[in-house]
Nanobody
Framework: QVQLAESGGGLVQAGDSLRLSCAASGRTFSAYVVGWFRQAPGKEREFVASIRWTGSTTYYADSVKGRFTISRDNTKNMVYLQMNSLKPEDTAVYYC??????????????????WGQGTQVTVSS
């Protein structure tokens, strides 16, 4: 079993930055892929970025490419999402998710078995 817990959300102004954190615990993660998703009110859950627990492979949604960076610290079992140049349309609940195998290029939330509780990010204009 894998447990995930997000933190770092908040209320910021357009153009500001935030760093979200995802703390992972439970089973070992050597083959895992960890992704960030977001869900705005009335909208479907949307892929943001993903990273493989080992190696350097990352994958980003076009809407965040160049502004967001996903990274990990294996020694701390942490995955981060650095969000720069935030826009009002980035407002959503952000979720950390994990899957135990397969490609890093996985933007379908149904492929992920483990989810955190989410953290709210609100960007004011």
């Amino acid at each position: 079993q894998v447990q995930l817990a997000e933190s770092g959300g908040g209320l910021v102004q357009a153009g500001d930055s935030l760093r979200l954190s995802c703390a992972a615990s439970g089973r070992t993660f050597s083959a895992y892929v960890v992704g960030w998703f977001r869900q705005a009110p009335g909208k479907e859950r949307e892929f943001v970025a993903s990273i493989r627990w080992t190696g350097s492979t990352t994958y980003y949604a076009d809407s965040v490419k160049g502004r967001f960076t996903i990274s990990r610290d294996n020694t701390k079992n942490m995955v981060y999402l650095q969000m720069n140049s935030l826009k009002p349309e980035d407002t959503a609940v952000y979720y950390c998710a994990a899957k135990s195998s397969g490609t890093t290029y996985a933007d379908n939330p149904r492929l992920y078995s483990y989810w955190g509780q989410g953290t709210q990010v609100t960007v004011s204009s």
